[in-house]
């Protein structure tokens, strides 16, 4: 199963559609069933943001200052925000217009 999943992630890598792919519903429903703590961990945030940005509005605009890999930037989208990333780093910022921009 491991060396499936690498060949996966390596077809998808030379095709510059693993990041999206990571972003996507169908790496969530892969992670329902390898490790569900996982995703409910993500729900567990999605909810901590949801209170701690009281008054927030769908489409309320937010602004992910050194957003690394895009974490938060993937929670922010999933409270419904219109997400301005920025990262300094190269090398994160191909993951994140891979993952949020095509």
Request: with cysteine; proline share 2%; net charge positive.
């Amino acid at each position: 199963m491991k060396s499936l999943k690498r060949r996966v992630q390596t077809v998808l890598r030379q095709a510059g559609l693993y990041q999206r792919a990571r972003a996507s519903f169908l790496y969530t429903l892969y992670w329902r069933v390898a490790n569900p703590s996982l995703v409910e961990d993500r729900k567990s945030e999605v909810c901590f943001y949801r209170t701690a940005l009281a008054g927030f509005r769908n489409g309320d605009l937010i602004f992910d200052v050194g957003a690394n890999q895009g974490s938060k930037t993937g929670t922010f989208l999933r409270l419904g925000a219109r997400v301005i990333a920025v990262e300094p780093d190269e090398t994160n910022q191909k993951i994140l217009q891979e993952m949020y921009l095509k």
